[in-house]
């Protein structure tokens, strides 16, 4: 159980609200059209295609908004610091997968890495940027476990998914793969940082707030999927 993994008493109590607070997003990352075409077995390959594009963009202004976050933590937070900048150092590259991946699909190269963020993750990067750039952002904590929470629970589903319903070669699922078979130890890092800055009421109630707020927005970038040109 994901409670094991916690051990002080205020951190049980933020991770049972982090745990509803992915139900709900579960809930609703079902209902985005991207995800619904995915899910009920009717992807297109231009679908995935621009599923690859629009996360591109959102990972490669993720590996910013980390180590800017790293850059936040004084003196008193060395610790947490150091995990931020191992788990910004594993994956700040991330985004040349989902090149490789969109190249796979007969997708042209320049295409990815020239097309525009949409609404939702203009919106995502600059509210995690601006988060991350407070004195001491453990409120990001909530953000790591909506989008880590992504990698560990979705990523492997998503891609059986593509390949079952699409004639693609293996390499052009690298990215899903990768964070299904990765994400479990930041999961694990991920939940003692929880037991380390989830000390008290305030502190578990920005958290809360930022896993909401990410969860919502995370959501936002995949309805704006479609409306990409």
């Not at 931020?84 to 594993?90: E, N, P, R, S, Y």
């Not at 939702?120 to 601006?130: C, D, P, T, V």
């Not at 629970?153 to 891609?159: L, V, Y």
Request: glycine fraction near 4%.
């Amino acid at each position: 159980m994901m409670t094991e993994h916690i051990l002080t008493p205020s951190g049980q109590a933020c991770l049972q609200s982090l745990l509803k607070i992915w139900f709900d997003f579960d809930l609703a990352l079902s209902k985005a059209p991207i995800v619904k075409r995915l899910e009920q077995r009717r992807l297109s390959h231009e679908d995935y295609q621009k599923l690859l594009v629009n996360l591109r963009q959102q990972v490669i202004e993720g590996s910013r908004w980390i180590t800017r976050c790293a850059s936040s933590f004084n003196r008193d937070y060395a610790d947490v610091r150091s995990t931020v900048i191992g788990h910004a150092k594993d994956e700040h590259k991330d985004f040349l997968l989902l090149e490789s991946d969109y190249v796979a699909t007969g997708g042209n190269v320049s295409v990815i890495q020239n097309t525009s963020k949409n609404i939702g993750s203009e919106a995502l990067h600059g509210f995690l940027m601006y988060r991350a750039s407070q004195e001491n952002p453990i409120d990001l904590i909530g953000a790591m476990w909506i989008i880590e929470g992504l990698g560990n629970k979705m990523s492997s589903k998503w891609a059986a998914l593509v390949e079952e319903q699409l004639e693609l070669p293996s390499t052009a699922t690298q990215f899903m793969r990768y964070h299904g078979e990765n994400d479990e130890h930041h999961m694990e890092e991920l939940y003692q940082l929880v037991d380390r800055v989830a000390v008290d009421a305030a502190a578990i109630k920005s958290i809360e707030r930022t896993a909401e707020v990410v969860a919502r927005l995370y959501i936002l970038q995949l309805e704006e999927v479609d409306h990409v040109q």
